[in-house]
């Protein structure tokens, strides 16, 4: 019992109780401004009947040819609304708007390595681990480039992993 | 980013990355030391300089980075340029607008636009400056401009019939292509109330480019609903709910069309902070039908809700459920007062998502409808309907949410203290208990039932109010601590704009801490933070704060404290920002559902109020949603304007003792514009505190005789204490006498400085108990006493005596008989005496206070040593049971980490934190004190 809607700059004044969370970044609010302007589809928030944000998910599509994608950037939900699957409601959200909207290949997502419950969310709903990225957060910890392939990817190209690990350096997008 | 990164003004990106890298995370002196080395291999690039000032500025260096911007931009201006990109441009503007120099960055993109006609990107750079600026006829040109270069279409805000005109001609031309393009247009049509073309264009060949089938149907929904069709918006609100049954925006909108409400529509989101529903908002919505029609449309809804909940078996869509209970609230509400199917609705929903943790704040609205009755049997169907022995994750969840229930209900503040006692005692237990669930949780989750624990210490808070045993508190900070040994977490950042929306638990706290390092620079990251948020009341506040903060920390040195005045020069721009006009305009934007209930603000605690044992959980309920409703920022406002005054009349003390003694030795009378300025100033802080100036002159004048008791005026009793220096600032070179003469008896305005300075402080140390011993201990208020009004008075002494003292070997000679300043000095020479001896007083109790660590713990730990059945303690030992116990049913980790449990540890934190604080106040005053009698060596032997 969820509205979903669009995420507008008030709730970046609400959003305390799902960002106090030491898996989830605050980032400058141009940053999240920018999304809002560019990638409006892709961000979206969570309201329960109180009126309160549950969660949110931010994203938006990139790329060239047979690499125009998804990219979640941020998903997160605040701890009284977890374990009921919102993350994943979100997630479904964001990848039909990437298939059917803009005819993306996949979609992808960085996440830490130690994440486990993360990763092992992701998993379930079908992302699998396409490389890994040495020391991409912050210089230290390794991230996990996690793929879904899309309707577009007929073969499933883009999820075929990659066998050695990149750098940040060859990372073709931010 | 990757475009940003580019051939970069002819850099290339890969010498340019670092640099922002090192920016992005805030190693601004590494930053600074590559963007120096890659100046001197491109010394004449605009982007180059463009980015050291944007270091700079970012350093709090603003004089600096504003002239190497304004260097860059001559650079630019230069013919021999070769690279003129959007990037140098834009990153001036971010540094320019950092500086409020908006008119150099929109320049900057002037001379570029009109150097290069036809640059959509720097267009639309100039098109944001003017956005920025408010310039709302040029933002048409321009938009105008780009539309003519392009062709794509543009906004124009104000100018709906315009917009409506360009984007149809745009239409007939090329059609539209993008979904926002046909929002765009839809939303112009809505706002001229144009729902009927709207609705045309949506169900047009246009209307396929809504990518969502959903989004498209809530739009239509909404423009019928609008147009007051409600059946037909009631239909399309029906399909939404087939396909979405968990939409609850979209249900309300369904009923709401059904009883043909108008409509609760969520047009424009709430500006402000939302607060939970507390009177009923529905309950204005008056419908026109009769109760019989009402009566069917409500049967039909409730048919549909339950075919819905028929198609879905998980426990993932809630949403049909909860709309059951709606239904029977507006049954209720439609002549059905006493309908038993309210509370069925309600025991239903529990059954069936009680174990979620959000069911209590999902039904949170509905609970406060009922009556006590009904309330309790609602809690005791929940409680019978599962079995508490039992070991699960869902059970556990409805242990909780029973406990949920009664929190939201407000059932605690009406139990004994003994009730209350075993409660928090069994919500550990429970904890405990559930804690093998979690043994297989990666250590980076939350914990099962990690919520009892939240409850736990909620109550042992409420019991220290309640008794004012010290044990419970510091059980409760126990129970917290060891919720975080079984977890794995780090500190979490409160950064960019949760400053603005969570530092409302913790600023306040810090302001007025001896910890003044630590505060500053969480302060200057506030102010830095300031986009779309200039009307924030917390950023005019902190504003203040970080002057009024700076000064004090540099209150020891006359010179530092003004260089500090001069860079905001002299407080004047604070003064203006706290006009009437600018503060009615103010926006509040903390997050205050992260309040516990028994604070709604900063400044109300509901717990501390004496315990009633008459009072119902209703009658409290009733007291915390009208406050809630009903509250009043006034007093923050008037606080905010009072410290917004502080400055200027800190710099305007200072300036004009020393002129005025200057001027008088003169013998001329050029003070005026000054003492002009000082007595607006002071009616303005006086009213702050809610006198006048001659009553407020009254009351410290009571006070330094001993007529008027401190207490009285407790709460703003510091702000006091800085009038009266002020008032002293001001006699000494106002031509009038300031202050009612009685007869050649009275006291001066030195002497009531000094009285109440002494007579306030002598009151917090006889007041104060142990600090050790009494949270909420008068520490904070000692330390500004310290460091706000002495330390306003030694700078108006300082300044004084630098004015007085002899220029040149000249004036030696005449003597001391030929002085006319002697009578002031000997007043300054007592202000000094009793300034130092009453810090003296305060430093002797400083280290009454302080005492070694192990005799410190002792005395805490025996708060919870306590032999009684009742009192606090109970707690402390289960937890310490718990930990040392071996249960294997824990797992290796959980197990690990309780083996490091220690209670003693805990209070040992507690008791370093105290010693900590102890240490800084007393440094402070250590060089206060220094201060003070360098100034009584000058003093005397200017007097002998």
Same mark, same amino acid.
Request: hydrophobic content about 40%; proline content about 4%.
């Given at each position: 019992m969820t509205t979903i809607r669009r995420f507008c700059c008030d709730d970046l004044l609400r959003f305390t109780s799902v960002n106090l969370d030491h898996l989830t970044e605050t980032f400058n609010m141009s940053f999240y401004m920018t999304y809002m302007a560019r990638w409006p589809d892709y961000f979206h928030a969570a309201v329960s009947p109180g009126d309160r944000v549950m969660g949110y998910i931010m994203g938006k599509v990139e790329g060239q040819g047979e690499s125009w994608h998804g990219h979640v950037t941020a998903v997160s939900v605040a701890s009284e609304f977890r374990r009921q699957k919102l993350a994943k409601k979100l997630m479904n959200l964001l990848e039909e708007i990437s298939d059917k909207m803009d005819k993306a290949y996949f979609v992808d997502l960085f996440v830490r390595a130690s994440n486990m419950p993360a990763i092992r969310m992701y998993e379930k709903l079908g992302y699998v681990v396409y490389r890994r990225v040495l020391r991409y957060y912050s210089g230290e910890e390794d991230g996990l480039d996690m793929r879904k392939a899309l309707s577009q990817d007929v073969e499933k190209k883009s999820i075929i992993p990659l066998k050695r690990p990149i750098t940040p350096d060859e990372l073709e997008y931010d | 980013m990757a475009s940003k990164f580019g051939l970069a003004g002819g850099i290339p990106e890969r010498r340019v990355r670092p640099i922002w890298d090192a920016v992005d995370s805030r190693q601004y002196k590494a930053a600074l030391k590559l963007c120096t080395a890659l100046l001197a291999k491109h010394p004449t690039s605009p982007y180059v300089l463009a980015l050291k000032g944007l270091i700079l500025e970012r350093m709090g260096k603003p004089d600096e980075a504003l002239s190497v911007c304004l260097n860059a931009k001559e650079l630019l201006y230069s013919d021999n340029i070769f690279h003129f990109d959007d990037l140098t441009l834009s990153t001036l503007q971010i540094v320019f607008q950092r500086l409020e120099r908006l008119d150099l960055?929109?320049?900057?993109?002037?001379?570029?636009?009109?150097?290069?006609?036809?640059?959509?990107? #720097?267009?639309?750079?100039?098109?944001?400056?003017?956005?920025?600026?408010?310039?709302?006829?040029?933002?048409?040109?321009?938009? !105008?401009?780009?539309?003519?270069?392009?062709?794509?279409? $543009?906004?124009?805000?104000? %100018?709906?019939?315009?917009?409506?005109? *360009?984007?149809?001609? &745009?239409?007939?031309?090329?059609? *539209?292509?993008?979904?926002?393009?046909?929002?765009?247009?839809?939303?112009?049509?809505?706002?001229?109330?144009?729902y009927g073309a709207a609705l045309e264009v949506l169900s047009g060949d246009l209307g396929s480019l809504m990518g969502r089938e959903e989004d498209k149907l809530r739009l239509q929904g909404r423009l019928l609903a609008q147009e007051c069709n409600y059946t037909a918006a009631s239909e399309i609100f029906q399909k939404i709910l087939e396909s979405c049954p968990d939409d609850w925006e979209s249900f309300l909108h369904y009923l709401g069309c059904l009883l043909e409400h108008g409509m609760n529509l969520p047009k424009s989101r709430i500006s402000e902070t939302t607060l939970p529903l507390c009177v009923d908002a529905a309950l204005a919505l008056k419908t026109s039908l009769s109760e019989e029609l009402v009566e069917s449309r409500l049967a039909s809804a409730l048919s549909f809700?339950?075919?819905?909940?028929?198609?879905?078996?998980?426990?993932?869509?809630?949403?049909?459920?909860?709309?059951?209970?709606?239904?029977?609230?507006?049954?209720?509400?439609?002549?059905?007062?006493?309908?038993?199917?309210?509370?069925?609705? %309600?025991?239903?929903?529990?059954?069936?998502?009680?174990?979620?943790?959000?069911?209590?704040? +999902?039904?949170?609205?509905?609970? &406060?409808?009922?009556?006590?009755?009904?309330?309790?049997? #609602?809690?005791?169907?929940?409680?019978? =309907?599962?079995?508490?022995?039992?070991?699960?994750?869902?059970?556990?969840?409805?242990?909780?949410?029973?406990?949920?229930?009664?929190?939201? #209900?407000?059932?605690?503040f009406s139990k004994s203290t003994t009730e209350l006692q075993s409660i928090a005692k069994g919500m550990v237990d429970t904890f405990y208990k559930n804690l093998p669930l979690s043994r297989d949780l990666d250590p980076q989750e939350s914990m099962h039932g990690e919520e009892l624990l939240c409850m736990a210490?909620? !109550?042992?808070?409420?019991?220290?109010?309640?008794?004012?045993?010290?044990?419970?508190?510091?059980?409760?900070?126990?129970?917290?601590?060891?919720?975080?040994?079984?977890?794995?977490?780090?500190?979490?950042?409160?950064?960019?704009? %949760?400053?603005? =929306?969570?530092?409302? &638990?913790?600023?306040?706290?810090?302001?007025?801490?001896? *910890?003044?390092?630590?505060?500053?620079d969480l302060v200057i990251e506030f102010v830095q933070f300031k986009e779309r948020l200039q009307h924030s009341m917390q950023y005019l506040s902190v504003r203040s704060d970080s002057i009024i903060l700076s000064l004090k920390q540099k209150a020891e040195s006359l010179e530092e404290m003004e260089s500090i005045l001069e860079n905001v020069n002299y407080g004047v721009r604070l003064v203006e920002l706290s006009k009437e006009d600018n503060m009615k305009h103010l926006t509040f934007n903390e997050d205050r559902q992260a309040r516990p209930w028994w604070t709604p603000t900063a400044s109300v605690n509901f717990l501390s109020e004496p315990f009633d044992e008459a009072s119902t959980s209703?009658?409290?309920?009733?007291? /915390?949603?009208?406050?809630?409703?009903?509250?009043?920022?006034?007093?923050?406002?008037?606080?905010?304007?009072?410290?917004?005054?502080?400055?200027?009349?800190?710099?305007? $003390?200072? &300036?004009?003792?020393?002129? =005025?003694?200057?001027?008088?030795? *003169?013998?001329?009378?050029?003070?005026?514009? +000054?003492?002009?300025?000082?007595?607006?100033?002071?009616?303005?802080? /006086?009213? $702050? !505190?809610?006198?006048?100036?001659?009553? /407020?002159?009254?009351?410290?004048?009571?006070?330094?005789?001993?007529?008027? $008791?401190?207490?009285?005026?407790?709460?703003?009793?510091?702000?006091?204490?800085?009038?009266a220096v002020f008032i002293n600032a001001?006699?000494?070179?106002?031509?009038?006498?300031?202050?009612?003469? /009685?007869?050649?008896?009275?006291? =001066?305005?030195?002497?009531?400085?000094?009285?109440?300075?002494?007579?306030?402080?002598?009151?917090?140390?006889?007041?104060?108990?142990?600090?050790?011993?009494?949270?909420?201990?008068?520490?904070?208020?000692?330390?500004?006493? !310290?460091?706000?009004?002495?330390?306003?008075?030694?700078?108006v002494i300082q300044s004084c005596m630098r004015s007085m003292a002899p220029q040149g070997k000249k004036k030696k000679k005449g003597g001391p008989s030929e002085r006319p300043n002697i009578p002031r000095l000997q007043a300054i020479q007592r202000s000094v005496q009793c300034m130092i001896d009453t810090l003296r007083s305060v430093q002797s109790w400083l280290s009454d206070q302080m005492r070694p660590e192990e005799q410190a713990l002792d005395i805490l730990l025996s708060y919870l040593q306590g032999a009684s059945e009742d009192g606090p303690g109970h707690i402390s030992c289960i937890l310490e049971e718990n930990?040392?116990?071996?249960?294997?049913?824990?797992?290796?980790?959980?197990?690990?980490?309780?083996?490091?449990?220690?209670?003693?540890?805990?209070?040992?934190?507690?008791?370093?934190?105290?010693?900590?604080?102890?240490?800084?106040?007393?440094?402070?005053?250590?060089?206060?004190?220094?201060?003070?009698?360098?100034?009584l060596v000058s003093l005397s032997s200017a007097l002998h």
């Amino acid at each position: 019992m969820t509205t979903i809607r669009r995420f507008c700059c008030d709730d970046l004044l609400r959003f305390t109780s799902v960002n106090l969370d030491h898996l989830t970044e605050t980032f400058n609010m141009s940053f999240y401004m920018t999304y809002m302007a560019r990638w409006p589809d892709y961000f979206h928030a969570a309201v329960s009947p109180g009126d309160r944000v549950m969660g949110y998910i931010m994203g938006k599509v990139e790329g060239q040819g047979e690499s125009w994608h998804g990219h979640v950037t941020a998903v997160s939900v605040a701890s009284e609304f977890r374990r009921q699957k919102l993350a994943k409601k979100l997630m479904n959200l964001l990848e039909e708007i990437s298939d059917k909207m803009d005819k993306a290949y996949f979609v992808d997502l960085f996440v830490r390595a130690s994440n486990m419950p993360a990763i092992r969310m992701y998993e379930k709903l079908g992302y699998v681990v396409y490389r890994r990225v040495l020391r991409y957060y912050s210089g230290e910890e390794d991230g996990l480039d996690m793929r879904k392939a899309l309707s577009q990817d007929v073969e499933k190209k883009s999820i075929i992993p990659l066998k050695r690990p990149i750098t940040p350096d060859e990372l073709e997008y931010d | 980013m990757a475009s940003k990164f580019g051939l970069a003004g002819g850099i290339p990106e890969r010498r340019v990355r670092p640099i922002w890298d090192a920016v992005d995370s805030r190693q601004y002196k590494a930053a600074l030391k590559l963007c120096t080395a890659l100046l001197a291999k491109h010394p004449t690039s605009p982007y180059v300089l463009a980015l050291k000032g944007l270091i700079l500025e970012r350093m709090g260096k603003p004089d600096e980075a504003l002239s190497v911007c304004l260097n860059a931009k001559e650079l630019l201006y230069s013919d021999n340029i070769f690279h003129f990109d959007d990037l140098t441009l834009s990153t001036l503007q971010i540094v320019f607008q950092r500086l409020e120099r908006l008119d150099l960055a929109t320049s900057c993109y002037e001379y570029a636009c009109t150097k290069y006609p036809n640059n959509l990107e #720097l267009m639309m750079g100039l098109f944001n400056c003017y956005v920025r600026e408010y310039s709302y006829v040029r933002q048409q040109q321009t938009a !105008i401009k780009m539309y003519k270069t392009v062709g794509e279409e $543009s906004g124009g805000e104000k %100018l709906l019939p315009l917009a409506e005109a *360009l984007l149809k001609k &745009h239409i007939n031309s090329h059609s *539209l292509h993008e979904p926002e393009a046909l929002a765009l247009y839809v939303s112009i049509l809505e706002q001229q109330s144009k729902y009927g073309a709207a609705l045309e264009v949506l169900s047009g060949d246009l209307g396929s480019l809504m990518g969502r089938e959903e989004d498209k149907l809530r739009l239509q929904g909404r423009l019928l609903a609008q147009e007051c069709n409600y059946t037909a918006a009631s239909e399309i609100f029906q399909k939404i709910l087939e396909s979405c049954p968990d939409d609850w925006e979209s249900f309300l909108h369904y009923l709401g069309c059904l009883l043909e409400h108008g409509m609760n529509l969520p047009k424009s989101r709430i500006s402000e902070t939302t607060l939970p529903l507390c009177v009923d908002a529905a309950l204005a919505l008056k419908t026109s039908l009769s109760e019989e029609l009402v009566e069917s449309r409500l049967a039909s809804a409730l048919s549909f809700v339950q075919t819905l909940q028929g198609n879905d078996t998980s426990d993932c869509v809630r949403g049909p459920h909860l709309a059951n209970i709606e239904i029977e609230r507006q049954r209720r509400l439609n002549g059905n007062p006493t309908d038993r199917k309210f509370i069925e609705a %309600l025991v239903n929903y529990f059954h069936r998502f009680g174990h979620l943790s959000c069911a209590a704040s +999902d039904v949170e609205r509905y609970l &406060h409808m009922l009556s006590s009755d009904e309330i309790t049997e #609602l809690l005791d169907t929940i409680s019978r =309907s599962f079995d508490a022995s039992s070991l699960s994750v869902k059970v556990l969840g409805f242990t909780i949410t029973t406990y949920k229930v009664q929190e939201l #209900l407000g059932i605690f503040f009406s139990k004994s203290t003994t009730e209350l006692q075993s409660i928090a005692k069994g919500m550990v237990d429970t904890f405990y208990k559930n804690l093998p669930l979690s043994r297989d949780l990666d250590p980076q989750e939350s914990m099962h039932g990690e919520e009892l624990l939240c409850m736990a210490s909620s !109550i042992l808070v409420q019991l220290f109010w309640r008794t004012r045993n010290l044990g419970y508190l510091i059980e409760a900070i126990m129970v917290l601590e060891f919720g975080l040994t079984v977890r794995k977490y780090v500190t979490l950042e409160v950064k960019n704009i %949760l400053l603005e =929306s969570a530092s409302h &638990h913790i600023l306040p706290q810090m302001l007025s801490s001896p *910890l003044l390092q630590q505060t500053a620079d969480l302060v200057i990251e506030f102010v830095q933070f300031k986009e779309r948020l200039q009307h924030s009341m917390q950023y005019l506040s902190v504003r203040s704060d970080s002057i009024i903060l700076s000064l004090k920390q540099k209150a020891e040195s006359l010179e530092e404290m003004e260089s500090i005045l001069e860079n905001v020069n002299y407080g004047v721009r604070l003064v203006e920002l706290s006009k009437e006009d600018n503060m009615k305009h103010l926006t509040f934007n903390e997050d205050r559902q992260a309040r516990p209930w028994w604070t709604p603000t900063a400044s109300v605690n509901f717990l501390s109020e004496p315990f009633d044992e008459a009072s119902t959980s209703a009658c409290f309920r009733a007291k /915390a949603c009208e406050h809630k409703s009903t509250e009043n920022n006034d007093p923050k406002i008037k606080e905010t304007q009072r410290k917004s005054l502080l400055p200027r009349l800190v710099y305007l $003390s200072m &300036h004009g003792c020393a002129s =005025s003694l200057r001027e008088t030795e *003169l013998n001329g009378s050029g003070l005026d514009t +000054d003492a002009a300025e000082m007595k607006p100033l002071l009616e303005k802080y /006086a009213r $702050s !505190i809610g006198y006048s100036v001659d009553d /407020a002159l009254s009351v410290i004048l009571g006070m330094s005789s001993g007529k008027k $008791s401190i207490k009285d005026f407790a709460p703003d009793i510091v702000s006091w204490m800085s009038f009266a220096v002020f008032i002293n600032a001001w006699n000494l070179w106002s031509n009038e006498s300031v202050i009612p003469k /009685a007869d050649q008896s009275s006291p =001066s305005s030195w002497q009531i400085v000094d009285s109440l300075v002494k007579i306030c402080i002598e009151e917090q140390l006889i007041d104060a108990n142990r600090i050790l011993t009494s949270p909420g201990n008068n520490i904070p208020v000692l330390v500004q006493m !310290i460091t706000e009004p002495i330390s306003w008075h030694l700078v108006v002494i300082q300044s004084c005596m630098r004015s007085m003292a002899p220029q040149g070997k000249k004036k030696k000679k005449g003597g001391p008989s030929e002085r006319p300043n002697i009578p002031r000095l000997q007043a300054i020479q007592r202000s000094v005496q009793c300034m130092i001896d009453t810090l003296r007083s305060v430093q002797s109790w400083l280290s009454d206070q302080m005492r070694p660590e192990e005799q410190a713990l002792d005395i805490l730990l025996s708060y919870l040593q306590g032999a009684s059945e009742d009192g606090p303690g109970h707690i402390s030992c289960i937890l310490e049971e718990n930990s040392a116990r071996h249960n294997p049913e824990l797992g290796e980790r959980v197990a690990q980490s309780l083996e490091t449990w220690s209670s003693a540890g805990v209070v040992r934190r507690i008791v370093g934190a105290e010693r900590e604080l102890l240490v800084e106040l007393k440094k402070i005053c250590d060089s206060k004190l220094k201060l003070l009698g360098s100034l009584l060596v000058s003093l005397s032997s200017a007097l002998h």
